[in-house]
């Protein structure tokens, strides 16, 4: 549902895989589990409107502020050792 | 406020318990809601039967108690009332009263309960337990810990007023050092030292820029109310404290997946506060409130909640707080009783223990922490991360 006007209908799907974006905010979390702390993460705008939290990856620190701008990348999320199974999804990474 | 005419006095909270919050090894959960529904039965001088119904809330229920009413109805040996039990995520214990207040005024029942409990400490963890979000968003939602979302506050909110990122660290340690303070005060408070400046400045970074003393820690605890029609408060007792406003805003997803939010405020707290000044009649919070407790689960939460209850004016918060404006001699004491940084967070009995500290200010009997007469309070419960919550603001007074 259209937050703004209340339509249900008469969206179109975009891919956003080839878009840029915009950091608007972001932490590097040392508490929450990451093999390789820590964890940056953070909200994004996509270029042309929308947003997702989402992890940043292949962050020198330092270098991540609000306003970085981004692009993306399907990469590994978590392994699951004990099935062998291997979850991924997009990432952010700063340009 | 639309529609309906409120319940702006039409209840009464008659009776009050809160337990010790710590870590409470010795106690299972029912123990600690039997201590504090000893002392709430005692407050209001009714006997348990007098009670007709029940509202429980518990956020975590694979931790703790386990799910449904039961945990609460077995623990009191209740006499087989409607026990209801309610999770709205950390503003569960402000949303048990809610119902409770909300049976009474709508004249269902008479005397209702409110208990929140939540026991945490056995998992062994010192913040928030890893949990799953569920099947969808675990899929693409960051492994974050919940410092990891307020954080994001700090940054953003730096960001809107253009601040100088050490001044809102220093704003964020002031913070704790006020609460380390006035926790000190408070024999039910699970943290009782006081810290310093330079403590809260050189602690160990959990999520830049939250350190150690930002964070709240978890604790075991229970907070109970018992509210009534205020006829019945009358024939009770004198120094009654009545229910003002009970509002909460729920997040839509807006903040969450539009860019029009800056993600420098907390949408919801502005509007649950809105509505509950309207509702109360209060117009001008900094010279008509004499107390906040706010949800205080991060310092940069606290910090940007003045602003969001208009306390502060915009941008204006970090200045406030190093000014003292709500420390326990500052304009509108905030946290006087330690907050969740040192009182505890039990998630579901938290908002109850911010309504019991009103609840003792507004009666003068807040032992070595008593405000001089108080007349308006103000309680802030928030759950969630920022971008995506559920907010309860309680406003109480004589």
Same mark, same amino acid.
């Given at each position: 549902v259209n937050a703004h006007c209340g339509a249900r209908a008469g969206f179109s799907e975009r891919s956003l895989a080839d878009a840029r974006g915009t950091v608007r905010t972001w932490t590097a979390d040392r508490l929450t589990f990451d093999p390789?702390?820590?964890?940056?993460?953070?909200? %994004?705008d996509f270029d042309g409107g929308g947003r997702l939290m989402m992890d940043f990856v292949d962050v020198e620190p330092g270098r991540l502020d609000v306003g970085t701008r981004v692009d993306f990348h399907f990469r590994i999320k978590d392994i699951d050792p004990q099935r062998n199974f291997r979850r991924y999804f997009w990432k952010a990474a700063p340009l | 406020v639309t529609g309906g005419k409120g319940i702006r006095d039409k209840v009464a909270i008659v009776g009050m318990g809160c337990s010790k919050f710590g870590e409470r090894w010795q106690a299972s959960p029912a123990d600690l809601m039997v201590e504090a529904f000893e002392e709430c039965l005692a407050d209001a001088g009714l006997e348990k039967q007098q009670i007709e119904a029940a509202w429980f809330g518990s956020a975590l229920d694979g931790f703790n108690v386990g799910p449904s009413a039961i945990p609460l109805a077995v623990a009191l040996r209740l006499p087989y009332l409607p026990v209801t039990r309610v999770e709205n995520m950390c503003a569960t214990g402000t949303e048990a009263?809610?119902?409770? %207040?909300?049976? %009474?005024?709508?004249?269902?029942?008479?005397? @209702?309960? @409110?208990?929140?409990c939540e026991k945490l400490k056995d998992t062994g963890y010192g913040g928030l337990p890893q949990r799953t979000r569920g099947v969808h968003n675990d899929m693409f939602y960051p492994n974050l810990s919940a410092p990891g979302t307020f954080a994001q506050l700090a940054s953003a909110y730096q960001t809107a007023h253009?601040?100088? @990122?050490?001044?809102?660290?220093?704003?964020m340690a002031h913070i704790s050092v006020k609460s380390h303070a006035n926790g000190a005060q408070n024999p039910k408070a699970h943290l009782r030292r006081k810290i310093t400046m330079e403590q809260a400045l050189n602690a160990p970074m959990i999520a830049d820029p939250i350190g150690l003393f930002d964070a709240c820690g978890v604790s075991d605890g229970a907070a109970c109310a018992i509210v009534a029609r205020p006829e019945i408060a009358r024939s009770l007792r004198k120094a009654s404290v009545f229910v003002k406003s009970i509002?909460?805003? %729920? =997040?839509?997803?807006?903040?969450? =997946?539009h860019s029009a939010w800056n993600g420098a405020e907390i949408v919801t707290t502005r509007l649950a @506060?809105?509505?509950?000044?309207?509702?109360?009649?209060? =117009?001008n919070p900094r010279r008509e409130l004499q107390l906040t407790e706010v949800h205080d689960c991060f310092s940069i939460t606290e910090l940007v909640t003045m602003e969001d209850l208009g306390l502060s004016s915009p941008g204006e918060a970090v200045r406030d707080v190093l000014d003292g404006a709500f420390d326990a001699d500052g304009v509108v004491p905030c946290q006087i009783d330690g907050g969740l940084k040192c009182f505890?967070?039990?998630i579901g009995a938290s908002g109850l223990r911010m309504i019991y500290e009103a609840y003792l200010q507004l009666q003068g009997r807040a032992g070595s922490r008593q405000l001089r007469d108080p007349q308006l309070v103000l309680t802030h419960n928030l759950g969630g991360m920022p971008a995506l919550n559920v907010c309860a603001v309680a406003i109480l007074g004589h």
């Open positions: 390789d702390p820590p964890a940056y993460f953070g909200t %994004v | 009263l809610r119902g409770a %207040v909300h049976a %009474v005024a709508a004249g269902a029942c008479d005397i @209702a309960l @409110a208990l929140g253009r601040l100088d @990122a050490a001044d809102v660290k220093r704003a509002q909460i805003a %729920v =997040s839509n997803g807006a903040e969450y =997946s @506060a809105q509505r509950a000044y309207e509702e109360a009649g209060i =117009s505890g967070h039990p």
